[in-house]
């Protein structure tokens, strides 16, 4: 991954971990911001991610959780560290195994399908999971949130159109019982191992729910931005267009290619940040 600058609050945040935990930061490494912050500490060998969501312990604890019973079943999936999360500065961080990553490689989507399918076939751990019920609240509550930061008619036109999802979406019958889902596969969650060997990562929307829905992302993908290895990340948009141009642009054409029925358009992956 490409590093990036590592902002102060983000420095302040690193203190605090390693005082906690008595591990060392001053080698810190920024390689990604989007919903969370992920930090490489080369000499504690351990990846800090950083939510950005507060309220989000519980779930960051059973990724970390449901993460350690796959890897006891020997599902190649990230290997959180031997530490429950935790919150600094009062953000909920989470600690996991550095691993010998190869940079630029990008896994496509027959490694994809292969890790999902053996996925899928894992029985339900012995823990409460949340359950997907509603996949589409997360951009509902984005556009609630964020109403400046589109078209007023296409923000009106999204609401709606999203409310029309969500009760679409009550009405499907899974052709199989809900089961173990990871909830936000696409290649970019892929780790592709100096070895060869290609792991699952970021577990944050782990759940119960129809399998189908780990198939929609990969689809999705590949159809809006031709390669499956883009970055997409349709919430991000929203909540950025408030303050960036280049996200209140992407809106308005995206909402122009769905409101007039092109299923083919390509769209532009948001920058990086």
């Known amino acids: 991954m490409r590093e990036q600058a590592l902002p102060d609050h983000i420095r302040e945040i690193l203190a605090e971990i390693g005082s906690i935990r008595d591990i060392y930061t001053n080698d810190a490494v920024l390689l990604g911001r989007h919903s969370n912050a992920i930090i490489a500490l080369p000499t504690a060998r351990l990846i800090v991610r950083i939510a950005g969501n507060p309220q989000a312990f519980d779930q960051v604890d059973k990724s970390v959780r449901v993460t350690g019973w796959l890897r006891d079943r020997r599902y190649p999936c990230v290997p959180p560290a031997s530490v429950q999360p935790f919150v600094a500065r009062g953000h909920v961080v989470s600690l996991w195994r550095l691993l010998d990553a190869v940079d630029g490689t990008s896994a496509g989507g027959s490694e994809l399908g292969r890790l999902l399918r053996s996925l899928h076939d894992q029985p339900l751990p012995r823990m409460t999971l949340v359950e997907l019920t509603d996949p589409l609240d997360s951009v509902a509550r984005a556009l609630q949130a964020n109403p400046e930061g589109v078209d007023q008619r296409d923000h009106s036109w999204l609401l709606e159109r999203t409310e ?4 679409a979406w009550t009405q499907l019958a899974p052709a199989q019982q809900p089961g173990l889902i990871h909830g936000d596969a696409h290649p970019n969650n892929l780790i592709w191992l100096r070895d060869g060997e290609v792991l699952l ?3 944050d929307h782990v759940a119960r729910g129809p399998r189908e829905w780990d198939l929609i992302q990969p689809h999705y993908m590949a159809r809006r931005f031709a390669r499956l290895t883009d970055q997409q990340l349709q919430d991000l948009y929203i909540r950025r267009a408030p303050h960036e141009q280049w996200a209140r642009d992407e809106i308005s054409y995206r909402v122009g290619t769905l409101r007039g029925q ?7 992956p948001p920058k990086r940040l």
């Open 164 to 167: 029309q999802l969500r009760r």
């Open 262 to 268: 092109d299923n083919t358009a390509r769209w532009n």
């Open 201 to 203: 990562g970021d577990w």
